[in-house]
């Protein structure tokens, strides 16, 4: 039974205030911690960032950052961020690159299978979707990377359209390559 009604998806608010910046950083040390193998990052590393570099990182334009609430007190309990092409040639250099990403998709162990995961992701293809309409298929590329063995999250992410790309390869040989075109 699809639960995900019961689930508050919003994007955070630009700039974050520092409420919402203290539960972001909390949610996504937690799914570091809880999940290390779902994450291009690790606790150590993340853990050591400062409040200015976490708000450097939710307080940008080209990066959209979406959180599933649990309950009317607030209780954050998912996310995922759509990186655009801009932030990822900045970040990388290459000049080429015209998709967006999907990264840091964590939902906590305890609201798994309840549809949340799903409606973070649509979410962002309909940003994707909004920003990018009448472009080329190329344009309106999202790409990720899964874990080889996470059958569950390659569901998701099949359920939704997306395929893997037999024509790139991940950095990091347990994950594999997958893209949707956000017609």
């Not at 655009?84 to 990403?101: C, F, K, N, V, W």
């Not at 059958?151 to 024509?167: D, H």
Request: aromatic share 8%; with cysteine; proline share 4%.
């Amino acid at each position: 039974m699809d639960e995900s009604n019961l689930y508050a998806i919003f994007p955070i608010a630009l700039p974050p205030s520092d409420k919402d910046l203290e539960k972001y950083v909390q949610l996504r040390l937690l799914g570091l911690k809880t999940n290390p193998e779902a994450f291009g990052s690790t606790f150590e590393r993340e853990s050591q960032n400062t409040q200015q570099e976490w708000k450097a990182r939710i307080d940008n334009k080209e990066r959209f950052t979406m959180i599933a609430r649990a309950d009317a007190e607030g209780e954050w309990i998912g996310t995922a961020s759509i990186l655009t092409p801009e932030l990822i040639r900045a970040h990388t250099g290459d000049a080429t690159m015209s998709a967006y990403a999907v990264v840091g998709m964590w939902v906590h162990p305890d609201h798994r299978r309840r549809g949340v995961a799903k409606r973070l992701v649509e979410s962002g293809i309909n940003w994707v979707r909004a920003r990018t309409e009448g472009m080329s298929d190329e344009q309106r590329r999202i790409t990720l990377e899964v874990h080889r063995h996470n059958e569950n999250a390659k569901a998701l992410y099949e359920g939704l359209g997306f395929m893997e790309s037999t024509n790139e390869e991940c950095e990091d040989p347990k994950r594999i390559p997958m893209f949707f075109v956000a017609k």
